[in-house]
């Protein structure tokens, strides 16, 4: 008989909320209906990017809110940053996933890799939005499995020269600043290490990845480094690097999270709006009880996957360890995400597969969303082993 001892860990009530967190949270709703929707099928149509956009959240300080003060930044939560996220992607996945990258990925690389010497130069750029941010990890053959990077990073009497290719890198397009994880040495884990680098550097070339499902705004790039000169400086973390670079991987899971979060209460916005108004067999669809069951149980979903999501965050922001809360939440906001906006295609009949009503366009996002902060199956594997007390 197989005996399986669960660990033991403490329950933190974390998730509170104050005033600013509903003064955020509405003004980034208005903002996102009267200045993100408007655009949000253009983007999808043209590939273009959320440029002005980005600019007009930089003016209203959206993309240093998780920076200290003394940087420039609003020195405010992760719960705060990922009620902004959720509520951008509410109205466009692509503007959302552009700000949850700069805000969980790039501007985190910098907080946890870099040193204070560091953070005093990079960080009062990402906080004015002067600078957008993002990170690099994946690979053709490191897409979950960080064991299998092979970018490196070769000593140099000034410094590094990093030689590899980096893809499907989120908001590449429009980064100012990447933090490239690579190689500084054997293949383990302790000698991968994060180095800045700035897109137009020599021997860094961008290729677009265009024609993808969903998020198509985005930016999604290709990082090709072909002996990218890097000062020492840049080097965040050495041959010491992998514990801060996993907590950055921690964040990305927040973020992501957040995006289809996002994504999924639009849709389920928009098909409750639509079944209020499509009648069939003289009567208003949503008076019909498979709709409403759909609705319902998608609602129920995305609701308590946003809870376990404030969780994850609030643990975080009070220093707690919370890699098993972020690959939960991250696990259930994909799952009940993909759900809700079937579900919201579904309610629409014929209709939903339009690209005249937003719920088409939300169904993409969310599918092309999952992959980022790792699959569903690695998120299991994360929390099974927690579970079961496996650190390795």
């Not at 655009?39 to 300080?61: C, F, R």
Request: overall charge negative.
């Amino acid at each position: 008989m197989i005996q399986v001892r669960l660990e033991k860990r403490k329950v933190h009530a974390v998730i509170r909320f104050e005033e600013h967190h509903q003064e955020i949270r509405q003004m980034m709703a208005d903002f996102s209906d009267n200045e993100i929707a408007p655009k949000a099928e253009h983007l999808d149509e043209s590939q273009e990017l959320p440029t002005d956009v980005i600019s007009e959240l930089a003016q209203l300080g959206m993309l240093g809110l998780t920076i200290e003060e003394k940087f420039g930044g609003a020195e405010l939560d992760l719960l705060t940053a990922c009620l902004v996220v959720e509520e951008i992607s509410r109205c466009c996945g692509s503007t959302g996933v552009v700000v949850a990258s700069h805000l969980f990925e790039g501007t985190a690389a910098i907080h946890y890799l870099a040193d204070e010497e560091g953070r005093e130069r990079w960080l009062p750029a990402l906080a004015s939005g002067e600078t957008v941010a993002t990170f690099a990890l994946a690979e053709v053959e490191a897409e979950s499995d960080t064991s299998g990077i092979t970018c490196s990073a070769g000593q140099e009497p000034d410094g590094f020269s990093l030689h590899g290719r980096k893809r499907w890198v989120v908001g590449g397009m429009m980064a100012n600043l990447v933090t490239v994880v690579a190689r500084n040495g054997d293949e383990q884990l302790q000698d991968l290490g994060g180095f800045v680098v700035d897109p137009s550097t020599e021997g860094c070339t961008r290729e677009p990845v265009r024609d993808v499902l969903g998020l198509r705004g985005s930016g999604f790039c290709d990082l090709q480094l072909d002996g990218v000169r890097i000062e020492s400086q840049a080097a965040l973390t050495g041959a010491i690097g992998w514990p801060a670079i996993s907590r950055v991987v921690e964040m990305s899971r927040l973020g992501a999270a957040a995006v289809v979060l996002g994504v999924a209460r639009g849709a389920i916005s928009h098909a409750l709006q639509y079944a209020s108004q499509r009648k069939a067999f003289g009567r208003s669809i949503d008076r019909f009880g498979s709709v409403r069951a759909m609705l319902a149980e998608a609602a129920t979903g995305i609701e308590s996957a946003r809870l376990l999501l404030w969780r994850a965050a609030g643990l975080y922001d009070r220093g707690k360890s919370a890699t098993r809360e972020a690959s939960m939440a991250n696990l259930a906001a994909k799952q009940a995400s993909y759900r809700a906006t079937r579900d919201a295609v579904q309610v629409l009949g014929g209709n939903g597969y339009s690209r005249e009503y937003p719920v088409e366009r939300a169904y993409r996002e969310v599918q092309t969303a999952v992959p980022f902060g790792g699959g569903e199956d690695l998120q299991k594997i994360i929390v099974a082993r927690s579970l079961m007390g496996v650190r390795s």
